[in-house]
């Protein structure tokens, strides 16, 4: 019996070392696997501001040219140099409409090259609604020649005065509103804003165009990403306003949410808290 109790301790000794062993190996790859991880974490932190950099320079380098093209569209068609014909004339509107549709992606990748970098402060601030929904209006009136098409800002309810980013906020729903007038042929684009729980609020933009099939709205945030439609190719667009609201809205402490039915139209919404607290600001690192 001592004899077949030595060997049996001996073989489970010898199987204790040989899990220790392989242990020991797991642990290696482990700690292997997590140097490997690291490294591409880094590599694609660098990149990411690599990126960033790229974007970032660009977008200044194009200022120039862009803002060059654009003040001479301006002479030619203000006849400084003499009267256009009916062609010139549209060439040169043609030329206008496509540098200012150009300056609006540079600036767009500019504040995510900005946003991405952490370089974009948030500065909130008391204001009226009242204001903010006045100076959309202001801004969108000269632009809707569509006669079959109404832009509607409903009157605030159960709110007054919010307390944060007012600039930026006021760049998301710009951009809600643009797509919706871009995309609406007729009917109409309502603005809305109603307060939530969890002391927030509600921000939509509801039009009656012609909707987003439901495999595209996973994808409508991304970068350069483009709703598959035939109005698509007739109406040229950067891509990156959805992108850029998105980031914005995260920036305020929000969400964005969409909802959307093909031919009857889509709602955009942002939620960000009534009153943006420090909490709710997002640690860029």
Request: glycine content about 6%.
């Amino acid at each position: 019996m001592n004899a077949d109790l030595k060997t049996m301790l001996e073989e489970r000794d010898a199987e204790i070392q040989a899990l220790r062993a392989e242990l020991e190996e797991t642990n290696r790859g482990v700690v292997a696997l997590y140097a490997e991880l690291d490294e591409q974490a880094e590599a694609l932190k660098h990149a990411t501001q690599l990126k960033s950099r790229f974007l970032s320079y660009m977008s200044h380098e194009f200022r120039s040219p862009i803002g060059a093209t654009l003040s001479i569209a301006r002479l030619l068609l203000d006849r400084v140099d003499g009267p256009l014909t009916t062609e010139q004339e549209r060439q040169v509107r043609f030329i206008q409409s496509t540098s200012e549709e150009f300056s609006k992606m540079v600036d767009d990748l500019l504040d995510l090259a900005k946003i991405e970098a952490g370089r974009v402060d948030v500065s909130p601030e008391w204001f009226e609604m009242l204001d903010l929904f006045a100076a959309l209006r202001g801004m969108f009136k000269p632009i809707l020649e569509n006669d079959e098409l109404s832009l509607v800002f409903e009157e605030p309810v159960g709110l007054s005065r919010l307390y944060t980013d007012d600039h930026k906020l006021s760049q998301i729903l710009r951009n809600f509103i643009s797509n919706a007038l871009k995309f609406t042929a007729q009917g109409e684009v309502r603005v809305s804003a109603r307060p939530e729980a969890g002391a927030l609020v509600r921000f939509s933009v509801a039009d009656t165009g012609i909707g987003i099939a439901p495999e595209h709205l996973p994808a409508l945030f991304n970068d350069f990403s483009q709703v598959d439609a035939p109005i698509q190719k007739r109406l040229r667009g950067t891509g990156l306003g959805l992108a850029l609201s998105k980031q914005l809205a995260t920036l305020l402490g929000g969400t964005i949410d969409v909802q959307s039915t093909v031919g009857k139209g889509s709602v955009f919404s942002v939620i960000v808290p009534a009153h943006l607290t420090a909490a709710q600001e997002p640690v860029v690192e």
